[in-house]
C-alpha cells in the first residue's frame, strides 16, 4: 500500500496549482485524508484534512487559517484520488507538500493539528515553489 503526490512546481504569486493524491493497495474512501506541509526549517503544518467519504462518517473537512478561503479539499472516489485546489498561491506557500491517509478516528482539525506521521500512510511528498 502506498500514497503518491504529484502536481507539484513552480509558479508565480497569484497563480494556480493542483495537487493530486493517489493510492494503490487500499481505498481512499474508507480513510480520512490531510494534506500537509514542510517549509525548511518549520514544522509540520496540517492544511486541509477531510473525513472518509464511505458514509461511515459526516464527510467533513477543514481548512487551516493559512489556506482557508484559497485552498479547497476534494475527493475523486472512482480515481482513488484526493485533490488540493490551491489558488491565489504566496511565497509563504513554499513547502514539501504531503498526503496521509489514516483510519477516521479523528476528528479532520485534530488530524491536521496532530500531523501524526506514526499513523496511518504518508506519501513522499511534491515541492511547491512560489517565486517571481
Known amino acids: 500500500a502506498q500514497i503518491v503526490e504529484s502536481g507539484g512546481g513552480l509558479v508565480q504569486p497569484g497563480e494556480s496549482l493542483r495537487l493530486s493524491c493517489v493510492a494503490s493497495?487500499?481505498?481512499?474512501?474508507?480513510?480520512?485524508i490531510g494534506w500537509f506541509r514542510q517549509a525548511p526549517g518549520k514544522d509540520d503544518e496540517g492544511i486541509s484534512c477531510?473525513?472518509?467519504?464511505?458514509?461511515?462518517?459526516?464527510?467533513?473537512?477543514y481548512y487551516s487559517a493559512t489556506v482557508e478561503g484559497r485552498f479547497t479539499i476534494s475527493r475523486d472516489d472512482a480515481k482513488n484520488t484526493v485533490f488540493l485546489q490551491m489558488t491565489d498561491l504566496q511565497p509563504e506557500d513554499t513547502a514539501v507538500y504531503y498526503c496521509?491517509?489514516?483510519?477516521?478516528?479523528?476528528?479532520?482539525?485534530?488530524?491536521?493539528?496532530?500531523?501524526?506521521?506514526?499513523?496511518?500512510?504518508w506519501g513522499q511528498g511534491t515541492q511547491v515553489t512560489v517565486s517571481s
Open positions: 477531510i473525513n472518509s467519504s464511505d458514509g461511515t462518517t459526516d464527510g467533513s473537512s
Open positions: 493497495g487500499f481505498s481512499l474512501k474508507h480513510y480520512a
Open positions: 496521509a491517509a489514516v483510519p477516521p478516528s479523528l476528528t479532520p482539525q485534530r488530524f491536521c493539528n496532530m500531523a501524526p506521521r506514526h499513523l496511518g500512510h
